[in-house]
């Protein structure tokens, strides 16, 4: 008897990422899908983009988490179309909850859609969604050991955002053997550092994701 689960599982989700992909182009809405642990700060990071890009890019949000809907209460107050999912007990997202989602977001009105994963970093980096990027938030009080650990999620992301810079003097963080240990495992990957809490480096990013929906 044959066994092959996982891989069937894998290449249906690839088929409807794919599919999800389409959609995307035809409507010309560049996908970011933003992974991390929980409170790293997926949720600030994304208010704080949108705040940025108000009056340069048109936004919308899928929020993606295992229960409640707070992450989208707060991310609708911007007056972004915003669409929660719950997943239930999922610990990730998955190409086909997020083409459930899709149908209840004006799409001809977005050209850049920001996809919250639940927070985990481990298998949102398994499933792809149809997104152009993949967007890391690790949090300094995670420690910077967390490349190490979680290889697969740092190999994945085109960004990391080392976010909650303004903690650095409480705690024992190297910013420098961070950012060289991710470019270790994953050598094109863009790092910025910031801190949601003060701004500081925030413009940074969002110029760079700018230049990603532009280009
Ligand atoms: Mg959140
Ligand atoms: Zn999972």
Redesign the pocket.
């Known amino acids: 008897m044959e066994i092959k689960v996982i891989k069937d599982i894998m290449g249906a989700n690839e088929q409807i990422a794919q599919k999800n992909r389409q959609l995307f182009d035809r409507h010309k809405v560049f996908v970011v899908n933003v992974m991390a642990s929980p409170g790293a700060g997926k949720t600030s990071l994304i208010l704080e983009t949108i705040r940025r890009l108000k009056g340069k890019v048109k936004v919308g949000v899928v929020e993606g988490d295992i229960s409640s809907s707070l992450d989208a209460e707060a991310i609708s107050k911007e007056d972004v179309p915003v669409v929660q999912i719950n997943t239930g007990g999922?610990?990730?997202l998955d190409a086909n909850m997020t083409s459930t989602a899709l149908g209840s977001l004006p799409l001809e009105d977005i050209e850049l859609l920001l996809i919250e994963n639940v927070g985990?970093l481990?298998?949102?980096a398994e499933f792809k969604l149809g997104e152009d990027r993949r967007v890391l938030v690790s949090s300094t009080p995670e420690g910077d050991d967390k490349p190490f650990k979680y290889p697969l999620m740092f190999h994945e992301a085109d960004v990391v955002l080392i976010n909650k810079i303004d903690l650095l003097p409480y705690l024992k963080f190297d910013v420098d053997a961070f950012a060289k240990t991710i470019k270790g495992i994953n050598q094109k990957a863009k790092i910025f550092p910031l801190s949601c809490t003060t701004g500081e480096g925030v413009d940074q990013w969002v110029d760079w994701l700018l230049g990603q929906v532009r280009g």
Do not use: A, F, K
């Open positions: 999922e610990c990730h985990n481990v298998c949102p």
